[in-house]
């Protein structure tokens, strides 16, 4: 079982605010795609814990994994879209077949952020704790 905690990664490279190099940003896209697409492939299932910000790209990455398991007050969202930035790591894909097309468009339209309660009335994620312990026993069900 692999558990990602989602700390190496939050979208914010993809913001041009952040005078990011166009290559740099078509590089990203590029190698992290088909490691999005290898985690939905690799048989051992894969745990993405949710404890703060999942945002952008980590939220695509989250996305990917099998199981999804987030703390009530983390925060989800696919920011880049307010910059007219398509999520193209196969977010949306996964997105829709979770929560259905009409939360899918919701979320992927609009940019809004939203909490772990309701991703998990969403059906985005798996299972919601109220505390970083109670996490843990729910994460450990499934390792």
Partial sequence: MNTLAGQDSSGGERNPDLNTP??????????FHPLVVKIG???????ARIEGFCLGLGFELALACDFRFALENARFSMPEVKLGIIP?????TRLTRLCGISHA???????????????????????IAKNREELDV?????T
């Fill in 105 to 127: 468009k919701d979320i992927a339209l609009t940019g809004r952020t939203f909490n772990g309660i309701e991703a998990f009335r969403m059906n985005v994620v798996n299972g």
């Fill in 41 to 47: 492939k690799i048989e051992k299932p894969f745990i």
């Fill in 22 to 31: 166009p290559h740099f940003r078509y590089s990203l896209n590029t190698k």
């Fill in 138 to 142: 729910l994460v450990k069900k499934y």
């Fill in 88 to 92: 193209d790591v196969s977010g949306t």
